[in-house]
């Protein structure tokens, strides 16, 4: 049985104990980011009356990775309803972003930007991964917490010829980012999970109806993404652009993010109006995960990167690695350009029971 790396022996905890009881929510000083200001449609409007009643810390904080000298930026995102997917009117619109329908969200906070190469490799550091050729399959599942180990050696350049340090990390499967938010729960003492569909989309509006953030026009994009028209086909060091009204940045283009949910063309129109449940979460199985925000990529034009276009995970990507056996740790191909972020709720959690085999 693999033996916890000594971040998961220090912190397990301290995990475990929060999860049983009332997240204690010692926020460190509050930093509040300004909202961004550029061209737009005047649909932005408020989220809605607060899901829950707020305490009183539940305010942005900048959290620390102990071992290191890293911090990241958290920001509180206040429950509300949600206007979700796009109108049959929307330039770009695909039929898997309809139809719209409310949902409810509670409060939760958001990485501020996506996961930097220095904070994944922290986390690459403290559990390395088995040697090459280990039949990964085999593993255990998540939830069995006397048997994480990290990833395992990727195939080449992990930062695909652009860099580390504080560009968003990429090629890493929707496996790999569950593990490194089981582990940053550890180290930290705070649950942290990838966003739900519904919660990425929320953030990412941020009160807006509109085609992006900001609204509906177009020219002002480029203040707030990276994108076909001015990424240079390249991804760019986090945090960079403009954020939107609540603090939040990168969510249009740079990179695409993984969610939690399953994917499944047509969820939208599988449940009734007004039946939508609370926080919902997808479908209850599948075979890939969905994938928001568009990319900094040749393909990548601004309707690949608005609020409610929606991607996924393919079954084809595991084919493109030149690894026997495959990993599910990393991915090559398109999927060179997924990402992802990390969100806490403001409601304590368990730690995850799902998890795609494959990484997919």
């Given at each position: 049985?693999?033996?916890?790396?000594?971040?998961?022996?220090?912190?397990?905890?301290?995990?475990?104990?929060?999860?049983?009881?009332?997240?204690?929510?010692?926020?460190?000083?509050?930093?509040?980011?300004?909202?961004?200001?550029?061209?737009?449609?005047?649909?932005?409007?408020?989220?809605?009356?607060?899901?829950?009643?707020?305490?009183?810390?539940?305010?942005?904080?900048?959290?620390?990775?102990?071992?290191?000298?890293?911090?990241?930026?958290?920001?509180?995102?206040?429950?509300?309803?949600?206007?979700?997917?796009?109108?049959?009117?929307?330039?770009?619109?695909?039929?898997?972003?309809?139809?719209?329908?409310?949902?409810?969200?509670?409060?939760?906070?958001?990485?501020?930007t996506e996961v930097?190469?220095?904070?994944?490799?922290?986390?690459?550091?403290?559990?390395?991964?088995?040697?090459?050729?280990?039949?990964?399959?085999?593993?255990?599942?998540?939830?069995?917490?006397?048997?994480?180990?990290?990833?395992?050696?990727?195939?080449?350049?992990?930062?695909?010829?652009?860099?580390?340090?504080?560009?968003?990390?990429?090629?890493?499967?929707?496996?790999?980012?569950?593990?490194?938010?089981?582990?940053?729960?550890?180290?930290?003492?705070?649950?942290?999970?990838?966003?739900?569909?519904?919660?990425?989309?929320?953030?990412?509006?941020?009160?807006?109806?509109?085609?992006?953030?900001?609204?509906?026009?177009?020219?002002?994009?480029?203040?707030?993404?990276?994108?076909?028209?001015?990424?240079?086909?390249?991804?760019?060091?986090?945090?960079?652009?403009?954020?939107?009204?609540?603090?939040?940045?990168?969510?249009?283009?740079?990179?695409?993010?993984?969610?939690?949910?399953?994917?499944?063309?047509?969820?939208?129109?599988?449940?009734?109006?007004?039946?939508?449940?609370?926080?919902?979460?997808?479908?209850?199985?599948?075979?890939?995960?969905?994938?928001?925000?568009?990319?900094?990529?040749?393909?990548?034009?601004?309707?690949?990167?608005?609020?409610?276009?929606?991607?996924?995970?393919?079954?084809?990507?595991?084919?493109?690695?030149?690894?026997?056996?495959?990993?599910?740790?990393?991915?090559?191909?398109?999927?060179?350009?997924?990402?992802?972020?990390?969100?806490?709720?403001?409601?304590?959690?368990?730690?995850?029971?799902?998890?795609?085999r494959r990484g997919?």
């Amino acid at each position: 049985m693999h033996r916890l790396c000594w971040t998961e022996r220090i912190a397990v905890g301290m995990l475990m104990a929060g999860l049983a009881a009332t997240v204690s929510f010692a926020a460190e000083k509050s930093q509040e980011s300004p909202g961004g200001e550029g061209k737009g449609s005047g649909k932005e409007e408020s989220a809605g009356k607060p899901a829950t009643t707020l305490p009183a810390d539940f305010v942005n904080y900048t959290e620390s990775i102990p071992g290191t000298d890293l911090t990241f930026e958290m920001i509180a995102v206040p429950g509300g309803t949600l206007l979700m997917g796009s109108p049959a009117s929307e330039t770009g619109r695909k039929d898997d972003e309809g139809p719209q329908h409310e949902v409810t969200v509670s409060p939760f906070w958001i990485g501020k930007t996506e996961v930097m190469w220095d904070q994944y490799d922290a986390f690459r550091n403290a559990c390395p991964g088995l040697p090459k050729g280990t039949p990964e399959w085999e593993e255990p599942d998540l939830e069995d917490v006397d048997g994480i180990s990290g990833p395992t050696p990727p195939y080449g350049d992990p930062y695909r010829g652009f860099g580390g340090g504080n560009r968003p990390a990429i090629g890493v499967s929707w496996h790999a980012t569950m593990t490194h938010c089981l582990w940053l729960s550890k180290v930290t003492g705070k649950f942290h999970r990838l966003p739900t569909e519904a919660e990425w989309e929320y953030a990412c509006r941020a009160g807006s109806k509109g085609t992006f953030c900001f609204g509906d026009d177009v020219s002002a994009l480029g203040e707030y993404a990276w994108y076909k028209k001015n990424s240079e086909h390249q991804t760019h060091p986090v945090g960079t652009k403009k954020p939107n009204a609540w603090g939040v940045q990168d969510m249009h283009g740079n990179v695409s993010e993984w969610c939690l949910d399953w994917y499944q063309p047509d969820y939208y129109s599988s449940i009734p109006s007004g039946k939508w449940p609370p926080d919902p979460r997808g479908p209850e199985k599948g075979s890939n995960h969905v994938i928001r925000g568009g990319l900094m990529g040749s393909e990548s034009d601004a309707p690949r990167v608005r609020s409610a276009t929606r991607d996924h995970s393919q079954d084809w990507w595991l084919q493109l690695d030149p690894m026997d056996p495959k990993s599910k740790w990393w991915h090559c191909g398109p999927a060179t350009y997924v990402g992802f972020r990390v969100v806490r709720p403001l409601k304590p959690e368990k730690p995850p029971v799902r998890e795609s085999r494959r990484g997919l």
